[in-house]
């Protein structure tokens, strides 16, 4: 069966259907109810911004919950959006920064839609109208287990703090016999009442922890002529190696880093390009041997079959990027039902840099990382492919290593507004890894469903999806509801990995239940029900629960890829940092 499936599933990706005609633009209701006129260089004599909490709007008929929501949900505040705006009242209405304006609002994480009106005045010029609704704040999540203890992390936090758009959350986990984990994540998108996000993280995991701290003026849109970001933290992890025969073993990595750049926007014909450079620096101590923590004991269980030396390099790195792509709009793509801004056209962003002495690098070395984009659509057929690689050479030698690459490439069939049909098949790729590194067979996001529990891992992977989903009308304004069915087929091989198998390809079939919360949320709710249809690599059937804003321009690495990447790294020149 999977011989048959697999081939019509790529040929859908490489030839996607051309089908005439784009989905229907909604009508502009605005909300004063005044009717929208064209942005053609009027006037701007006003700006009238209405932020809604649909969570807690729709409640007013239930008191007591009301007031619940509204303790913890305050709406984002109107000088907050004011501020995310590229019009201002005096300036002339123009339709890109209309545009643009509304796109940077949707992509600000406490934000679920937004929408920028014109409207006309008595005056003889116009007025903007800024409507927001804003995400759900609330960040609660935790763990429980059927013997004492019965609760064994807890999550909680608000990502919209006083309607500012600081998102603040604090966790805590149980530590089974070694000290109890403690975290702690805060981040202003806001600093200062400046488009300027400040971030800080710490953790203190049961064994191990690690901080960060960064600030970034990010690159919100074409019509800005820079962005910068500052970035250092350091990290103790103890990485998960797993084995053939049922072990976990673990394995001590240390990494520091710091990160200084910036970019600036330079005109090319027909064509934006951006140039920068960054300063870097990272170190890595990996450890020796295999280790097994239970119930507050670490048990030596051996060397390392891989042994991984300690690296330290410092590079000055050139930024190099050039685009050539117009955003579209479109409903029900990547979530539910919200609105998307989908980037259609191409973009290449590069890192090329080269080792310095004097920033205490003790190798030399180039390095070179970049990031490809195209996508294309007319409503209803769209294709993206993204991808991604990085690795470096020693200088004097013709064998690059510390490699890896990414790649996704997608198409969407809008058959109706509520019936999509999703094909996508995934790479990943590691090669010669300075660090210990494992790819998962059924790692959650990017493997196959239904292999979570595979004992196998391997050095590369390619899986391949296919999904029909149905969205349905919103539950009483307060919540989109849909259903999917889908398949995936993949495999992976051994590659160069400590304990890497090779596999022949593995399947499964399942459905999914789907969930926006509030309604025409960017962020997806997912229950997938998996059910192998092959045996073997720990095959059986699954639950799996993901919680993902998967609208965001830059592709989101699975787990075990993102892990791994070089932290100085950037995912997308373009949505730098």
Known sequence: MLGKFLPRALALVAAPVVLAGAQAPRAA?????????????????????????????NLRRVPRLAAVARAIHVTTRTEVVRRYLLLAPGDACDEQRR??????????????DAEVYVVANDEGGVDLEIRTIDET????????????????????????????????????????????GYSARVVDNQFLGKPVTMGLQGDRNPVGGGWRIE??????????????????????????????????????????????????????PGYLGLVGMSVTGE??????????????????LGPLPTLYADHRVGRINALLGIRGLRFVRIEGLDALTATQDLPTGFQIGTQIGHSNGTLGATESDVSLAGDVYAGATNGRSTVRLQAQGEGRRALGSSTW????TTGRLVHYLKLTPAHLNQVS??????????????????????????????????????????EERYAFADVKHLADLGVAAFADAGRQWAGDVPFGVTTGIKGS??????????????????????????????ARWTIGFTNVDRTTFEYRNPRDVADRRALTVPTSLFAWP
Do not use: K
């Open 29 to 57: 209701i605005t909300p004063s109810g005044r009717a929208t006129v064209a942005c053609a260089g009027q006037r701007i004599d006003g700006l009238v911004i209405y932020t809604s909490a649909p969570t807690v709007a």
């Open 509 to 538: 079939l399942g459905f999914s239940v789907l969930a926006a919360v509030p309604s025409r949320s960017s962020r997806l709710w997912r229950a997938d029900f998996a059910f192998p249809v092959t045996s073997g690599a720990g």
């Open 215 to 268: 600030a970034a003026h990010p690159y919100f849109t074409d019509l800005q002529r820079t962005a910068w970001r500052v970035r250092t933290g350091s990290q103790l992890d103890f990485v998960e190696l797993r084995r053939p025969d049922g072990e976990r073993p673990l394995v001590m990595l240390e990494r520091e880093f710091y990160d200084v750049g910036a970019i600036a926007r330079v005109a090319l």
């Open 283 to 300: 170190s890595t101590r990996p450890g020796t041997r295999l280790l097994r923590a239970d119930t507050g004991v670490i048990t030596d």
């Open 99 to 112: 545009a643009e304006s509304e796109r940077i609002l949707r992509a600000q994480p406490f934000i679920a």
């Open 425 to 466: 098949v995934e790479w990943t790729g590691g090669y010669r890894e300075r660090v210990p590194f494992q790819l998962l067979l059924g790692v959650p996001l990017g493997g196959v469903r239904g292999y979570e529990e595979s004992t196998f891992a391997g050095g590369q992977r390619l899986v391949a999806r296919v």
């Open 137 to 180: 704040s609330i960040v609660l999540g935790g763990g429980v287990r059927g013997r004492a203890p019965g609760v064994t992390s807890v999550l909680l936090g608000n990502a919209n703090i006083a309607g500012e758009g600081v998102y603040g959350a604090a966790s805590w986990r149980y530590g089974d016999g070694f000290r109890d």
């Open 401 to 404: 290593d510390d490699v890896l």
